[in-house]
C-alpha cells in the first residue's frame, strides 16, 4: 500500500506506442548463429583436430580485427559489429578444409568483410563470397576445379588430437569405423565423395561388367554411415551432417530460420538428384533414382549420397539462411530454396568447379531482389496498385 | 482432420500479424472487482475536448450517482455524470491521456454512494436518446454511440461486428466481461442490431479461449446473432482486420470500415450501452485492466471516472518503482506523461512498468520481419525514407494512409527503429489522418 513507486517519467522521456518490444535484437539472432555454427565447429575439431581448430579461430580473429579496422575507418560503432565479424569468420572456417594454410584464411577473411560487407553491403553472403574468392586465388590448396586429388581426414583413434597433414593412403577402405589394420599414421587419404559423384554423374568410374552404380557405392564411396557423422574428407563444417541438423534445427527453434528453407533446399536437391541424367558407358541415363541393380535399390543410395556427402547440409542449414541475404517471404524464400538445391545437383553433375553449393547460394543471393519484387504482397484496399510499391 | 482443425483453430484471415505472448494469464482468472469510491474525484466535465458541454451543477451542490454534472451542447455531445453522491467542491481543470487537460468537476464522495432512482420507462424515448443520455461513448473510433449509430444508419450498413478480440498482450477487460456477463452482451448486440438495421451481426471472440467461445454460442442460440470464433494474432483486433477476415472486404487506405457496409463496436460501447438500457444507469465508470510487471494486485477494476491514476497504483500496489506507464495496450496505447493523470470513461487499461523500453536503433539489416509482419502488407523501412522528403506523391501518401498504426514493425524490429513511430509522424506531416488509435474521425 504504498505509492512511492509512482514517480512516472515525464512526457518528454516517454516512448510513443508501441510501449514493449519484441525482444530479438540483432545481437540475439548473430548469437543463436554463432552457437549454432559453434556446434558445428565444434564437431569439425574432433573429426579434423586441432589444425580445424587454428582455422576457425583464425577466420574469427581475422574477421574480427577487419571489422573493427573498417569501423574504425568509417567512423562507425564497433562494439555491435564484432559478433558479426566472429560469425562471418567461422562461417568462412566452416567452408575451408583444415589442411589450408593460415594465410589463405586471413586472406579470405579481409576479402569477405571488404568484398561482401563493405562492397555489396551483405546482400551476397560475405563469408561465401570470401571462399569462391580465395578459391580462385589459392587455386593449390582449395583444388579450384576438383582435380582427381585426395583429402585427409583423422584415423580412428585419433580424434581431437590428430595431426590432418600427416596422411596416408589405405588399401581395401572398409569404412571408416572398419579399419581395422592401424595404418600408422594420423589420417586417411581419400577420395571427396562429392569428388566421386562428380566423377561418377561424368562417367569417371569404370563399369563392372553390366553393373554402373556399384562399382561407385563399393569401391569409390565411403560407407553412407561414415557421411553421417562426418568422417569423410571435405571442408571442416561440410560434412559432420548430423551435428548441422542439430544445428539447423536449434535455429529454427529460435526462430531465426524458417524449416521451410533447409526442407525444401534438401528436397529440391533430392529431386533433381533424382531425375537429371548421369552419363555411363557413353549414354545419359535419366531417373538414376531407379536404377536396381542386383536387387538392391542402387538408385536411391545414389541420391542419399547426394544429401550427405558434404557442403549441401552446411548450405541449406547455416548459409542459405543468412537474414540479410535470403528472401523476405516465405514464398519467396521457397523459390530461393528450389534455385539452390537444382542449382547444387546441376553444377555437382555437369560442373567443374568445386563448391558447388556456394556458387548456387551466391548465385540465387543475387537474384533475392527481383523474387523480393516478383513475391510482393498487395496492400490491403489497393488491390493491383499496391503491387507496386514505393 | 476434423480433430485437426479442433486443435489448431481457423485460419488467420489478413497476411502477416503475429500471435504475441499475451500475458493475461494473471488477470484473465481474477473476477472483476468494483474498487470503492474512497477519495475526492476530479471528474472531466466532457468526453472530448471539441464536443461542448454546459456544466450544470455550482460548487457546494449535493450531487447523487448518476446525477448529470454537464449537459451537451449540439447533438453530437454527451452529457458526463457524477460516478457517486458528495458535493461539488470546485470547478477546475483535469488532466486526461488522451486530450491534455479538460475542465473537471472536483467532487467529495460522502461515502453513502446515493444513486439517482432507476427508470424503467425509456422505451417511450428514442433508442439514441437514451444512448446519448446516459454518455454511452465508442473507445475507437472515439465517438459517443449515438454519433455512431447515426452515422452507421446513413452510410447504410449492413453488417454489425462486436469486437471482442482484445490481442494485445494484458488487456483482459473484454474476457473477462464476456465470462461473467455473456448474455447481457448478446441481448444489446440484439438491440443494437435492430436499431442499426443490419442484415447480420456478428461477435468476433478469441478462438484461443474455448469454452468463452461454447457459452457465447450457447446464448446466442436462436438470437440471428453469430459467434465468429478468430485466432487471436495481433493486430485482429484492428477494426479494418476484422471486416476483412469476416466480411472479405477491403477498406481502402484513409478510408473507414463504413464505407465498405459494416460498423465496427468495440465491446466496451456494447458493455456502456447495455447499461444505459438494461440498467438506466449513465456511464460513470470505467472497466480497466491493470496489469505490468510493477502491479501487485493485477487485475480488472470498475473504477469511477475522474479516479486520479496515482490512487488507482496505490489501491493495487506497486512492487518496483514505475519506468513506464501506459494508458491502454502495450502496442497502442498511450504513453502516461503526467502524474495527475485522471481515469477517463474511454480508458481500457492502466499498464506500469518496472523497465522502461528505450531502443537503441542501429542501421537495418533487412531482415524483413516489419514487412513479413505489416497486416496490410506495407513496407515500413521504405515508408521511413519518406520522412526526409519534403513532399510526397499521392501513391506515397495512399501507402502512408494504409498504415493502421498497429505498431508491430517497432515491435518486431531486430535493429529497433523507431518505424511506426516514424511513419505516424510523416503521415501527420504530409497531412494525413492522425493516430487511428486516438482517432478523432470514425
Known sequence: ?390 | MAILSNILGPRKGFDGGLFLPSHKSRTARRPIETLPVDGPLRVPLTVRRDLGTAVVVEVGQRVLAGERLSRSIGQEAVPVHAPTSGRIVGLDRAWTPQDGYLPCAALEPDGRDEAVPQRFGWEDESFIVQLAEKGVICPRPWQPLHVVIKQAVAAGVTDLIVNAMETEPYLTADLRTLIEEPGRIIDTTCELADALGVSRAVVAVPYRHRAVVKRMQAEAVGRHIEIAALPDAYPQCHPVLLVKSLLEREVAPGGSVMDEGAVVLPLGAVRGAARALLDDRAVTHALLTVAGDAVERAGIYRVAVGTPMRRLARRVGLVSPVSAAVCGGPLTGLALGNEEAVVTAEATALLLFSTAHRPVPSSCIRCGWCIEDCPVGLDPPALMQLESRSQCSTAERHYLDACIDCGLCSHVCPTQLPLAETIRRTRLRFGGRPSCNSDAEP
Not at chain 1, 586471413?106 to 580465395?134: E, M, Q
Not at chain 1, 493491383?384 to 514505393?390: E, F, N, Q, R, S
Request: glycine share 14%; with cysteine; proline share 5%.
Open chain 1, 1 to 390: 500500500m504504498t505509492d512511492e513507486g509512482w514517480s512516472i517519467p515525464q512526457q518528454s522521456l516517454t516512448r510513443a506506442s508501441p510501449h514493449r518490444l519484441g525482444g530479438s535484437t540483432h545481437q540475439d539472432i548473430v548469437r543463436a548463429w554463432l552457437f549454432a555454427a559453434g556446434l558445428v565447429g565444434l564437431c569439425g575439431t574432433v573429426l579434423y583436430g586441432p589444425a580445424a581448430l587454428k582455422t576457425l579461430l583464425l577466420g574469427m580473429v581475422s574477421e574480427v580485427v577487419t571489422e573493427a579496422g573498417v569501423a574504425l575507418a568509417t567512423r562507425r560503432q564497433i562494439g555491435e559489429r564484432l559478433g558479426r565479424g566472429a560469425l562471418i569468420g567461422l562461417l568462412l572456417g566452416l567452408t575451408l578444409p583444415a589442411t589450408v594454410p593460415g594465410y589463405v584464411t586471413v586472406v579470405g577473411s579481409v576479402i569477405s568483410i571488404l568484398v561482401g560487407r563493405v562492397v555489396f553491403g551483405g546482400f551476397l553472403n560475405p563469408a561465401l563470397t570470401g571462399r569462391v574468392i580465395v578459391q580462385f586465388l589459392f587455386a593449390g590448396h582449395l583444388s579450384l576445379s576438383g582435380a582427381l586429388a585426395v583429402s585427409p581426414v583423422l584415423a580412428l583413434g585419433h580424434q581431437l588430437v590428430g595431426d590432418i597433414t600427416r596422411g596416408g593412403m589405405v588399401q581395401d577402405y572398409q569404412g571408416w569405423f572398419d579399419t581395422r589394420a592401424p595404418i600408422g599414421k594420423a589420417a586417411l587419404l581419400l577420395e571427396r565423395p562429392v569428388q566421386a559423384l562428380r566423377r561418377f554423374a561424368q562417367d569417371g568410374v569404370a563399369a563392372d561388367g553390366d553393373l554402373h552404380y556399384t562399382p561407385l557405392l563399393r569401391d569409390v564411396l565411403p560407407p553412407w554411415q561414415d557421411t553421417l557423422f562426418g568422417v569423410v574428407p571435405g571442408g571442416i563444417g561440410e560434412t559432420p551432417t548430423l551435428m548441422l541438423i542439430v544445428a539447423g534445427l536449434y535455429l529454427i527453434y529460435r526462430g531465426y530460420l524458417r524449416w521451410q528453407l533447409p526442407a525444401v533446399v534438401l528436397a529440391s536437391a533430392a529431386v533433381a538428384a533424382s531425375i537429371l541424367p548421369v552419363q555411363l558407358g557413353g549414354t545419359y541415363h535419366w531417373f538414376p533414382v531407379l536404377a536396381v541393380e542386383q536387387g538392391h535399390a542402387v538408385g536411391l543410395a545414389y541420391v542419399l549420397y547426394h544429401l550427405t556427402a558434404g557442403q549441401l547440409m552446411l548450405g541449406a542449414f547455416l548459409l542459405a539462411g543468412d537474414v540479410t541475404a535470403s528472401p523476405i517471404r516465405v514464398h519467396g524464400q521457397l523459390v530461393f530454396a528450389v534455385g539452390i538445391g537444382v542449382l547444387t545437383i546441376f553444377m555437382r553433375l555437369y560442373g567443374v568447379l568445386s563448391g558447388e553449393c556456394y556458387w548456387s547460394i551466391l548465385i540465387m543471393n543475387a537474384l533475392v531482389g527481383t523474387i523480393d519484387r516478383w513475391m510482393k504482397r498487395p496492400v490491403l484496399g489497393m488491390g493491383d496498385v499496391g503491387l507496386k510499391g514505393i
